[in-house]
């Protein structure tokens, strides 16, 4: 069992920046795919990014060009970098993660603020 941890939510205003660390605490060597979904109050999750293993990467549209994920297998972290933050960015955001098809890993979520 892992276990994954989300750090680095907090308040911005717009157009500022944020990077969300998820720590997990084995090995993530061999994860097939890790990513972030965010949850907004009264609206459905969202699946923000992806990364997989050999780190091909995937985006929301909402967030292409302003977000970039990010994986150190050393140091057994996932990084989400956001610039360009907008109110509508704020959100619980989840880490994720897949180490094959029968398993899959969340994090507690951070809270993100984006003020307008």
């Known amino acids: 069992q892992v276990q994954l941890v989300e750090s680095g939510g907090g308040l911005v205003q717009a157009g500022g920046s944020l990077r969300l660390s998820c720590a997990a605490s084995?090995?993530?060597?061999?994860?097939?795919?890790m990513g972030w979904y965010r949850q907004a109050p009264g609206k459905q999750r969202e699946l923000v990014a992806v990364?997989?293993?050999?780190?091909?990467?995937t985006y929301a549209d909402s967030v292409k060009g302003r977000f970039t994920i990010s994986r150190d297998n050393a140091k057994n972290t996932m990084y989400l970098q956001m610039n360009s933050l907008k109110p509508e960015d704020t959100a619980v955001y989840y880490c994720?993660?897949?180490?094959?098809?029968?398993?899959?890993?969340w994090g507690q979520g951070t809270q993100v603020t984006v003020s307008s």
């Open positions: 084995g090995s993530i060597v061999g994860f097939k795919t």
């Open positions: 990364i997989t293993e050999i780190g091909s990467t």
């Open positions: 994720y993660a897949v180490p094959d098809v029968l398993r899959t890993y």
